[in-house]
């Protein structure tokens, strides 16, 4: 995740730039990529992705990335990557303009973070970085971490609406003013835009068990020139929806009479949503050589999410059904600093900065049945700070090499009070961490280089070598209730990694990456209760490709291959268990075409492999599955009109899956273990008006 720091071009440029002294900096420009798992992709990577009712699709546009939903379309998503079930966020750093998404001691799990308050078409381009390497991210960037970065005006306003199976329906307004002190484009002294977005769906479930989600979307930004070298923009979001959710269906119910993978075994669950976010950034250049930036974020966050997982595993009687509520205020910015070094022997950018963020959130879970209330099983105040430091020193000692050295130090404070009544842990708690990190990119072929070479995928090639260590925090009732174990666990990770380029048409990005994350105690919101894991180790490979078949058409595809298992014991699980849910294969590829007569299409295709349904390597194994999904659009003039189709195959795939145990009215004490699953959608397909104005 990068800001617009001050950039050597002579990296970006390569060694030929690197021969001339006089070499410059251009401040507005994104730093070159420093490992090879990191990318940049632009509107046009995931225009015409298939965004069916889940924003969080976008992120798929991450090689090795799948974004899976669970429990309708208002909840956060559960991401799957490198190794990882990173559940809702717990190992995954997500944030929108560089504002953190993933909230810490959420009623429902550890680093939650919602999506839906995007709207996909106000997305310029998503900033990806995999594993701890990055100094500027800090809390739940093991894994890596995504950012998304808003537009600041359009070309051209336009309404959309989009219609089709299920009874889903979508209105969209996007309007940039393009007059007065608006006018002139990306140059004009002010610039805006604003977007309204209504969604509704039924979803694939049967009518008794309708997913009946609606979804409202408010977004604006404000980009002012205060002068030739200061930017001011204020970006606001607001979001609510409600909807109900099918939640995970037995196996064992499908293979029965009377019940298929779209019913439901309690129709009550569901919840609704609502955030309201706002953001300041001042951005100063005090010379071309130099950038000072600094912000301020807010946010007001609500969530009741109603489930039910085990059916009437623990309570024959009234079932298991639960409420989650989460009340919270979010708020924190930052202040950072970059300046290119002029009198040094080699070139050399400082950078560096301060973050802060805080919640004060109400958390509580009540018993429920069928919505009505039943009794309260935990009810928390709290209130969690954290302050980081962050440095950076990038040089190029030869102009074949490149070095970033960085470190984060970053401390947070939980504060947590009981007001159930129920003797639950409180207290107060201050944890820090310390994380080096180092990356080293060499062009051993290019010019001036040991190897020099003409031979286009040599002269092209760098290498990386990267470390970090990352961290994600325990939940604040964690900590207090275990200030003796490790509360911030530690991930350690490496990578190799390759880029070059083909014949000017073909770009390769391949790594290898190892990451070691220390015993952690996981809280578990559906339980209210905290659950440890042992050590563990994940390893893989990573491949990514972009291939310009012609002008016009163009295809691109990544896989990624990973394993997982623990390196230490803990209750039931033993060193060399299997870490359940961990992504193991997982692949898309797609065709797309973008013909300057106004027509464009994708045909895209993903794939997820089997994974291990519980630690134990004998236990069951999670399903694989392959779908298909393709969007044509045709523009003449100011209309465009689309169709998009989902699964084409109408193949039977699983959304999520879990392995555990429930009971079913009728079963056995203890329940029965089982594989239970949200389905993925069926073949459908919607209409696409648009007029530009």
């Known amino acids: 995740m990068r800001r617009p720091w001050l950039v050597l071009l002579v990296a970006a440029a390569g060694p030929a730039a690197a021969d001339d002294p006089t070499y410059t900096i251009d401040v507005r420009e994104r ?14 990577a995931f225009e015409l992705r298939s965004v069916s009712d889940d924003p969080g699709d976008l992120l798929e546009v991450t090689p090795g990335l799948e974004v899976a939903q669970h429990a309708g379309g208002g909840k956060a998503n559960q991401y799957l990557v490198r190794g990882f079930d990173a559940d809702h966020g717990s190992d995954l750093a997500l944030s929108v303009d560089f504002v953190p998404i993933n909230v810490r001691s959420h009623a429902h799990g550890q680093g939650f973070a919602d999506f839906h308050f995007v709207i996909p078409e106000t997305i310029e381009r998503v900033e990806i970085t995999k594993g701890p390497y990055e100094a500027e991210v800090g809390d739940f960037a093991t894994a890596g971490s995504v950012n998304l970065v808003t537009r600041e005006r359009l070309d051209a306003s336009y309404v959309k609406f989009e219609g089709g199976s299920f009874d889903t329906q979508r ?37 008794d068990n309708e997913e009946d989600l609606w979804r409202t979307n408010l977004f604006g930004r404000l980009g002012l020139d205060l002068g030739e070298n200061t930017e001011l923009e204020a970006t606001l979001h607001a979001y609510d929806s409600d909807w109900y959710a099918s939640n995970e269906v037995p196996q064992r119910a499908v293979d029965g009479p009377g019940f298929d993978r779209f019913d439901a075994v309690d129709p009550t669950d569901g919840g609704d949503s609502s955030t309201a976010r706002a953001l300041v950034r001042l951005i100063h250049r005090p010379s071309e050589r130099e950038q000072l930036e600094a ?17 009437f595993l623990d309570d024959p009687v009234n079932g298991d059904q639960i409420l989650q509520q989460d009340d919270r205020l979010r708020y924190g910015g930052w202040l950072s600093y970059a300046r290119h070094l002029a009198a040094t022997p080699v070139p050399v950018v400082l950078r560096g ?11 509580r879970l009540r018993r429920t049945q069928q919505r009505a209330f039943l009794e309260t099983v935990a009810d928390d105040e709290i209130r969690e700070r954290s302050l980081a430091l962050f440095g950076e020193v990038e040089a190029i000692p030869l102009p ?51 190897f020099a070479s003409e031979l286009a995928p040599l002269h092209e090639l760098e290498l990386f070598l990267n470390y970090g260590q990352g961290f994600h925090s325990n939940d604040a009732r964690d900590v207090v209730a275990s200030p003796r174990e490790v509360t911030l666990p530690k991930a350690h990770g490496w990578e190799v990694g390759v880029r070059t380029r083909f014949g000017g048409r073909l770009d390769v990005a391949a790594a290898v990456w190892w990451l070691n994350l220390e015993r952690e105690l996981v809280f578990v ?12 180790r994940r390893q893989g490979v990573e491949l990514a490709a972009e291939l310009e078949i012609l002008d016009w058409l163009f295809w691109e595809g990544s896989l990624g291959h990973s394993s997982g298992e623990f390196t230490g014991s803990d209750g039931e699980i033993a060193s060399g268990d299997k870490i359940p849910q961990a992504v193991r294969f997982i692949a898309d590829t797609g065709l797309v075409a973008r013909h300057p007569g106004g027509f464009s299409a994708e045909l895209h295709y993903h794939t997820l492999g089997e994974r291990y349904g519980s630690a134990s390597r004998s236990g069951k194994r999670l399903r694989s599955w392959g779908v298909w999904n393709a969007v044509f659009r045709y523009r003449r003039g100011p209309v465009e009109v689309g169709l998009i189709l989902e699964n084409l195959g109408d193949t039977h795939w699983e959304s999520a899956e879990y392995f555990f145990a429930s009971r079913l009215p009728g079963e056995p004490a203890g329940g029965v273990d089982d594989l239970h699953f949200v389905p993925g959608n069926p073949r459908s397909a919607r209409v696409v008006l648009a007029y530009f104005f």
């Open 171 to 207: 209105y969209l307004l996007m309007f940039s003013p393009d007059s007065g002190a608006f006018a002139g484009g990306d140059e004009a002294p002010a610039r805006a835009l604003f977007a309204l977005e209504a969604y509704g769906t039924d979803g694939p479930f049967h009518h």
């Open 31 to 44: 730093r070159p990529v420093t490992a090879a798992s990191s990318f940049v992709r632009d509107s046009k």
């Open 525 to 536: 919101g559906d339980a209210g209760t905290t659950e440890p894991r042992p050590r563990s």
């Open 400 to 450: 074949w090499v490149r070095t970033v050295l960085g470190l984060r130090a970053e401390q947070l404070w939980f504060d947590v009070g009981d007001r159930s009544g129920q003797g639950r842990p409180d207290g107060h708690e201050r944890e820090r961490v310390i994380l080096p990190k180092a990356s080293l990119i060499l062009r051993p072929f290019g010019h001036e280089a040991p």
């Open 295 to 311: 912000a301020g974020f807010f946010t007001g966050y609500a969530l009741d999410l109603t489930s039910n997982f085990t059916f």
């Open 353 to 363: 900065g301060l973050q802060t963020l805080s919640d004060d959130a109400h958390v």
